[in-house]
């Protein structure tokens, strides 16, 4: 049962443009929801992570944008340059039990093109 | 701090041979998850350690698998009678001490390829 799902698969963006990644969820007791960049062979690195108390939030040009009511939140880029052509992963988790471990979506590879 | 340490980073091996991960997390850090990712998929939950007790293992972990953590510090996780689908990079994440503290950071990981 796949808990997060990730769209979409690939993504073709040309610089400066804005890049769009959303992702949706099933379990409701999920309160955190951090993305990951990975780059080939290496392992997943955190970007930016939001919770629930809040529908926005933006580390420099990139923001996470969440709707609590859908069950949906969605990576953007702003002014995507070629450096942030990789994977990105949506994740989500339940802190309130301890075992804070991640359910992953299946991830989305972005390529900047000049 | 010079994050999470896994080694190491490639291994290839005869099916049917035993393997064994190593993992250092971040020292602070109490919580040590171990995940695995295969080709053109996320990430997916093996287990978790607190400290030196592992507190949750995932159905993916069949009786060939198995993780340590001796003292609360570095993890092992061997793999017995490894077979061409246990071929995967396996990952391994810390997080800190206080809950709320969810940033949980990804060693460069372990590529294992059996053949």
């Known amino acids: 049962q796949q808990q997060v799902k990730q769209s979409p698969q690939s993504l073709i963006v040309q610089k400066g443009g804005i890049s769009i990644i959303n992702c949706a969820y099933e379990?409701?007791?999920?309160?955190?929801f951090p993305w990951y960049q990975q780059f080939p062979g290496k392992g997943p690195a955190l970007l930016i992570a939001?919770?629930?108390?809040?529908s926005e939030k933006k580390e420099g040009r990139f923001t996470i944008s969440f709707n609590k009511s859908a069950k949906q939140f969605s990576l953007h880029i702003m002014d995507s340059q070629p450096g942030d052509s990789a994977t990105y992963f949506c994740?989500?988790?339940?802190?309130?039990?301890?075992?804070?471990?991640?359910?992953f979506g299946t991830g989305t590879r972005l390529t900047i093109i000049p | 701090d010079t994050g999470v340490s896994q080694d190491p980073r490639h291994k290839i091996t005869k099916r049917g041979q035993n393997v064994t991960f190593r993992c250092d997390p971040i020292?602070?850090?109490?919580?040590l998850y171990w995940y695995r990712q295969t080709l053109g998929q996320g990430p997916e939950f093996l287990t978790y350690?607190?400290?030196?007790?592992?507190?949750?293992k995932s159905r993916l972990l069949s009786d060939r698998f198995s993780a340590e953590r001796p003292k609360g510090s570095f993890s092992t996780l061997e793999i017995q009678r490894t077979e061409q689908g246990d071929s995967a990079m396996y990952l391994c994440?810390?997080?800190?001490?206080?809950?709320?503290?969810?940033?949980?950071?990804f060693g460069q990981g372990t590529r294992l390829t059996v053949v």
């Open positions: 350690f607190q400290n030196e007790a592992q507190l949750e």
């Open positions: 939001i919770r629930p108390d809040v």
């Open positions: 994740a989500a988790s339940s802190t309130n039990f301890g075992n804070e471990k991640l359910t």
């Open positions: 379990n409701t007791a999920f309160d955190y």
């Open positions: 020292s602070e850090h109490n919580r």
């Open positions: 994440a810390s997080s800190g001490r206080n809950r709320g503290n969810t940033e949980a950071f």
